[in-house]
């Protein structure tokens, strides 16, 4: 309150010192808002099979392939270009489904940083350049291929 005895414009009774902790309080929910979206696409993976399910593969974050295995029985038909066809198949599945999955992660925490992040001054489209990033790790973003 001033002087008057009324709230000052700002809502807070007793001050800046009240706003600057409401701040502080804010971007420490937002931090670990953060901290657990990275801990939540760092343990991502999404594993997707080939229709005849003899092709299994497992996307991480970005879209990385980290583990492809081909079932012994694959080579009881020598056809190479099918053989071609169920590894792109079940690659794209995986990876798809882990975009999926990496957008469901975001959209659950990014109304929360909206809601905290207009009171400190960020909007959804920073906050997306944030998190894009941890999505990918070990791989730089490469402004030639965006």
Known sequence: MDESGLANSDGYSDGSASYLESLLAQTRQMVDTIAGLQEQLRSLTVTAYSAD???????????????????PRIYRDPDSYALADSILSAIEQA????????????????????????????????????????????????????
Not at 53 to 69: M, N, Q, S
Not at 105 to 114: G, I, K, N, S, T
């Open 53 to 71: 399910r003899l092709v299994t593969a497992v996307a991480a974050p970005g879209g990385r392939i980290v583990d492809l295995e081909l079932d």
């Open 95 to 146: 990876q798809d489904g882990v975009a999926r999955r990496e957008a469901e992660v975001r959209a659950a925490v990014l109304p929360e940083a909206d809601r905290l992040g207009g009171s400190v001054g960020l909007d959804t489209a920073e906050l997306k350049q944030i998190f894009e990033p941890l999505s990918r790790p070990g791989r730089e973003r490469d402004a030639t291929t965006e």
